[in-house]
């Protein structure tokens, strides 16, 4: 029991670091720029915002390494597919030059009289196993829209909070694959059991 507490009080304290409240809800540890960029590699980092005016919004975003990252988009609550060879993601930082700003289409075809929900889901997790391991993070910039876009206040936080401490398979290493071999397309940290979890409590992870 004493564990128990221990491991408990911990995670909520480590949790309260990874809360940024701005015009867009990060949820996951990050750290946060001068110029407000969010900086992150963890998996399972989300970034949603609530939106009105626009009929499509875009993500701003770079890369520091050259490992690629996949990623969950979701409008409206609803999953968003990617390309033909990306089946399990939305997007991918593939093909991404070190340190330099890309436009990413995430969600299209909108009313942009209605209030919308976009989040953004890192599935994939940081590469630090290598025999000499290099920064490999992603800086999230600031969301983009046509139209007259307007970025309401943040959504709802839960009430509640985890964090899980594991290994690889906690953040859903290979949990996509089948009988081929792991590449960063086979892992998806939506489909992972702490983000199951999560989802049945009604929980942030």
Same mark, same amino acid.
């Given at each position: 029991?004493?564990?128990?507490?221990? %491991?408990?009080?911990?995670?909520?304290?480590?949790?309260?670091?990874?809360?940024?409240?701005?015009?867009?809800?990060?949820?996951?540890?990050?750290? $946060?720029?001068?110029?407000?960029? $969010? !900086?992150?590699?963890?998996? /399972? $980092?989300?970034?949603?915002?609530?939106?009105?005016?626009?009929?499509? #919004?875009?993500?701003?975003?770079?890369? $520091?390494?050259?490992?690629?990252?996949?990623?969950?988009?979701? %409008?409206?609550?609803?999953?968003?597919?990617?390309?033909?060879?990306?089946?399990?993601?939305?997007?991918?930082?593939?093909?991404?030059?070190?340190? #330099?700003?890309?436009?990413?289409?995430?969600? &299209?075809?909108?009313?942009? @009289?209605?209030?919308?929900?976009?989040?953004?889901?890192?599935?994939?997790?940081?590469?630090?196993?290598?025999?000499?391991? &290099?920064?490999?993070? #992603?800086?999230?910039?600031?969301?983009?829209?046509?139209?007259?876009?307007?970025?309401?206040?943040?959504?709802?936080?839960?009430?509640?909070?985890? @964090?899980?401490?594991? !290994?690889?398979?906690?953040? /859903?290493? %290979?949990?996509?694959?089948?009988? @081929?071999?792991?590449?960063?397309?086979?892992?998806?940290?939506?489909?992972?059991?702490?983000?199951? #979890?999560?989802?049945?409590?009604?929980? @942030? %992870?």
């Amino acid at each position: 029991m004493k564990v128990a507490l221990l %491991c408990t009080s911990t995670a909520i304290a480590l949790a309260a670091h990874s809360r940024h409240e701005g015009p867009w809800q990060v949820s996951g540890r990050h750290r $946060v720029g001068d110029d407000g960029s $969010v !900086d992150f590699d963890h998996p /399972g $980092v989300t970034i949603s915002a609530r939106f009105i005016g626009s009929s499509k #919004v875009q993500a701003l975003m770079s890369q $520091v390494g050259i490992v690629m990252n996949t990623f969950v988009v979701y %409008c409206d609550g609803m999953w968003q597919k990617g390309p033909a060879d990306l089946h399990t993601a939305s997007f991918s930082t593939s093909g991404w030059s070190a340190g #330099v700003k890309h436009l990413v289409p995430l969600c &299209e075809g909108l009313d942009p @009289e209605r209030e919308h929900t976009v989040t953004i889901l890192k599935a994939t997790e940081a590469q630090w196993n290598a025999a000499h391991p &290099e920064p490999n993070h #992603v800086s999230f910039h600031k969301f983009l829209g046509s139209h007259d876009f307007h970025i309401l206040a943040a959504p709802k936080r839960y009430e509640r909070r985890l @964090e899980f401490l594991g !290994d690889s398979i906690t953040a /859903g290493f %290979c949990n996509m694959c089948g009988r @081929e071999m792991y590449t960063p397309k086979n892992q998806n940290f939506a489909f992972s059991w702490p983000k199951l #979890v999560c989802e049945d409590l009604g929980a @942030e %992870c």
